[in-house]
């Protein structure tokens, strides 16, 4: 799946709580949401692990 991913050249949202992919798939930016609340990571390729 990754693969496809990462070859897809359109917009998307992905919605995952697989950190492994998350960690291996290039995302323009990467959204928190906890509590009904939005935080957009300062870093492009911030690890899964921040996202806790």
Do not use: I
Not at 12 to 41: A, F, P
Request: zero cysteines; charged letters at 30%; proline letters at 2%.
């Amino acid at each position: 799946m990754e693969e496809a991913l990462e070859a897809y050249d359109g917009a998307l949202l992905l919605v995952s709580h697989d950190r492994r992919l998350l960690d291996n798939v290039h995302l323009g930016e990467r959204w928190k949401v906890e509590n009904g609340k939005v935080t957009v990571l300062q870093t492009r390729t911030a690890p899964a692990q921040e996202l806790t």
